[in-house]
């Protein structure tokens, strides 16, 4: 069974930085295709697509994050990461990671948790004002 284990949150004020990583254990990346997104959700409140990367190094950004998250990966690590700047408080959530094998473009044109199989267990980010 496919594993996805998220690091890296924390608490942080405004306009400080994270990095997330989520490590992909008995899938590897040098696979084909597959898309990976990164999710968010504060409470009471539905989740939220952040950034997607495709197998193929495709990526996609919600509108609210442009310019300064950015996603990335390492294959042959199979991890995925979140680069995140300039961090506001209203970015406090818990974030998870996701996986779906067998296809591509799955954050557009609308990012979709029902689109990926499989999560992470959540890493919490808290941005203090």
């Known amino acids: 069974q496919v594993q996805l284990v998220e690091s890296g949150g924390g608490s942080v004020q405004a306009g400080g930085s994270l990095r997330l990583s989520c490590v992909a254990f008995?899938?590897?990346?040098?696979?084909?295709?597959?898309?990976l997104g990164w999710f968010r959700q504060a409470p009471g409140e539905e989740a939220e697509g952040v950034a997607g990367i495709d197998s193929d190094g495709t990526k996609t950004y919600a509108d609210s994050v442009k310019g300064r998250f950015t996603i990335s990966k390492v294959n042959a690590m199979n991890t995925l990461y979140l680069q995140m700047n300039s961090l506001k408080p209203e970015d406090t959530a818990m974030y998870y990671c996701a996986l779906e094998i067998g296809r591509l473009r799955c954050f557009t044109p609308a990012p979709r948790p029902g689109a990926y199989t499989y999560w992470g267990q959540g890493t919490q980010v808290t941005v203090s004002s």
């Open positions: 008995r899938f590897s990346f040098l696979n084909y295709p597959y898309c």
